[in-house]
């Protein structure tokens, strides 16, 4: 299949950009159908699921797409991102087939875990797409387009399927779901760029042993700031998505197709945040600025979680407080979870795709130890406004660690207006240079 070249300054700019969106589309429609037909799994008697059985699933869901974000990371620095993708889509399309046309609750189950597993490396490719073909000035901005494209495959996900479950049984809207993914691979291989050929980022990357590259990005001071962001921005934003349709369910008492649909404003307020929030991030040139906006944010993020916590809490069951106050949530939380942190790992160069591998690990940890709490949570008798005051605290890390980051630039070099070119590990931190035992000249 003819694809585009691999050096695409002169490629139109929307081919460029469908490059990096396509692909984290389909896999984020394709891995949001087990979250929009939970509802309708939920109800079935054949499959006994129960809000303990549910919360363990998505928490092994959580740790398996840690471990295809690990492999997936090196496997797309060495071999790039078409290939990788190329196989994932085709293998996330076997995975939605498992778990639909299984007849007992171990398909369903094994489907959806391995479906995890094959979706870990979309964002990582994208990621190195990005790193590859566009200029450092553009890379916030790449962040919000790629996940605009992200979300909008999550909120069709929602509304497409929650309507198709109207009409018919889970099993056959997971196979429609399949079936969409393997016409979508072939569009994405056409608009993918085969393999980068820039010899400077090869001469880079050759310059030290992988292990010590890896152990000068985990042990970087930025690195495990961020990590701290990633980790209440992935609860913030993934767990609390896969939980959102039962919230309402529960909350409001509403069936499995409202709450299905009912449960898309929380993917439309991220979409929102890259629409709006994004961009004006993106046009601030001062690294203050771009600071006070994100901090702003997720100061305002607090809150609305707070009185969302206190909404559970009094028994209030006004449909439009709880539909605006998720979707001031995921506004809030969007910018943080999709560009923020998402930029410092590209500064890599030909080890981005592992820095962002771990950085989302950090993040997915976190989400794994929310879902088994919350697991835990259910199974002694508690209820919503427990999980909603541990997202709390989430949301408060978050804002501790991004105020770190604010109040020390040297932390943040890859908001430095004055550098044009990428700074090696060594200008990162200065513990790198015991690690790797020496400096890279520069």
């Known amino acids: 299949m003819k694809s585009i070249p691999a050096e695409t300054p002169n490629a139109p700019t929307l081919l460029r950009y469908a490059a990096i969106c396509l692909p984290l589309f389909g896999e984020q429609f394709l891995s949001a159908m087990p979250s929009a037909v939970l509802p309708a799994m939920r109800m079935d008697e054949s499959l006994s699921l129960d809000d303990e059985m549910i919360t363990a699933v998505l928490a092994s869901g959580m740790l398996i797409n840690g471990l295809g ?20 889509m085709l293998l996330m399309a076997a995975a939605a087939l498992g778990f639909a046309l299984g007849r007992d609750l171990a398909a369903p189950l ?145 069936d499995e197709a409202d709450a299905s649909m009912a449960s898309a404003v929380f993917p439309a307020g991220l979409v929102s945040s890259l629409l709006l929030a994004a961009p004006a991030y993106s046009f601030l040139e001062r690294r203050r600025s771009k600071f006070i906006l994100e901090l702003s944010l997720q100061v305002v993020l607090v809150l609305v979680l707070y009185s969302l916590l206190q909404l559970v809490l009094s028994g209030v069951q006004n449909r439009a407080f709880y539909e605006i106050g998720l979707f001031l949530i995921a506004f809030t939380v969007g910018l943080t979870y999709y560009v923020t942190p998402n930029a410092f790992p590209l500064s890599f160069g030909e080890d981005c795709a592992f820095a962002s591998a771990v950085l989302d690990i950090a993040g997915l940890v976190a989400a794994f130890l929310f879902h088994t709490t919350s697991s835990k949570i259910f199974g002694s008798g508690g209820s919503w406004h427990h999980v909603l005051g541990i997202l709390l605290g989430f949301a408060l890390l978050q804002l501790l660690c991004t105020a ?18 990428r700074p090696s590990h060594s200008e990162f931190e200065g513990v790198t240079s015991q690690i790797i035992g020496k400096r890279e000249e520069q």
């Not at 495990?224 to 959102?244: E, I, K, P, R």
């Open 69 to 88: 974000k690990l492999f997936g990371g090196v496997l797309i620095d060495r071999y790039g991102a078409r290939s990788f993708l190329s196989w994932s």
């Open 110 to 254: 094994l489907g959806f875990v391995f479906l995890k597993l094959c979706a870990a490396g979309g964002w990582l490719c994208a990621c190195k797409l990005m790193e590859q073909h566009f200029p450092r000035e553009t890379w916030s901005w790449c962040f919000a387009v790629v996940g605009v494209g992200s979300r909008c495959g999550a909120v069709l996900a929602r509304l497409g399927l929650g309507a198709l479950l109207k009409k018919l049984a889970w099993r056959h809207v997971a196979i429609i779901t399949a079936a969409f993914m393997l016409l979508l691979r072939y569009a994405c291989l056409a608009v993918i760029p085969r393999a980068s050929t820039r010899k400077e980022s090869q001469e880079a990357s050759e310059m030290l042993p992988w292990w010590k590259r890896a152990c000068a990005i985990l042990c970087n001071t930025s690195m495990l700031l961020y990590f701290g962001v990633m980790a209440g921005a992935t609860c913030l934003a993934a767990s609390l998505d896969d939980d959102v349709a039962l919230i309402l369910q529960d909350v409001l008492q509403l």
């Open 404 to 421: 770190v980051l604010f109040l020390f630039p040297r932390l943040t070099p890859h908001l430095s207006a004055e550098a044009d070119r």
